[in-house]
C-alpha cells in the first residue's frame, strides 16, 4: 500500500526536472535536516548511480556547493567514483580539455521521506529514502530520465 502513496511522488519528482535546452539547471539545494550518516548515505547512492548512468569520468562534475552535510558528502561521494569536481567557471587550459558537466542536485523531505534528485542536461536520477534514527535506506527503485 505504501509503494502506491509513493509512486506519484517518484513520477511527480521526474516530470518536476523537465526543461527545454534553453531553461538551464535548477540551483542546487539540501535541507538542514539531512545531516550526518543520513546525508552520506543518500549522497554516495546517488553518486553510485550517476557514475553507473554517466559511464565515463574522464569530464569534471561542476558542482553547485553550498554548506550543507549533503553537499559535502555528495562531493566527497563524486571524488571516491573517480570524478574530478570544479565549483566555479575556470577556463580550460588546453583546447582539448573535457568541457565540465554541470550536476544540480535537490533533496527535499515529503511525507515523512527525503526526495534525492540529480540532474544534468542529458539525464536525471531521482529516488526516495526513508530516514530513521540518522539513517537513510531506498524507499523507492531508481528513477532515471534521459534526454538527447
Known sequence: MQLFRLIPIVLAL???GCQTATD?????AAPTDVTGPAAGAIAGDMA???AEQAGSTTAPIKLHKDT????????????????AIVTHD???S???APQPVELAYSIAAV???????LSTDTMELGRAYSVSNGVATPASPLSLMKRN
Open 14 to 16: 521526474g516530470l518536476a
Open 94 to 96: 588546453a583546447k582539448d
Open 68 to 83: 550543507s552535510e549533503f553537499s559535502v558528502a555528495l562531493e566527497a561521494a563524486l571524488k571516491g567514483w573517480g570524478f
Open 90 to 92: 575556470k577556463s580550460a
Open 48 to 50: 553510485g548511480r550517476f
Open 111 to 117: 511525507d515523512g521521506q527525503v526526495l534525492a534528485r
Open 24 to 28: 538551464g539547471l535548477s540551483t542546487s
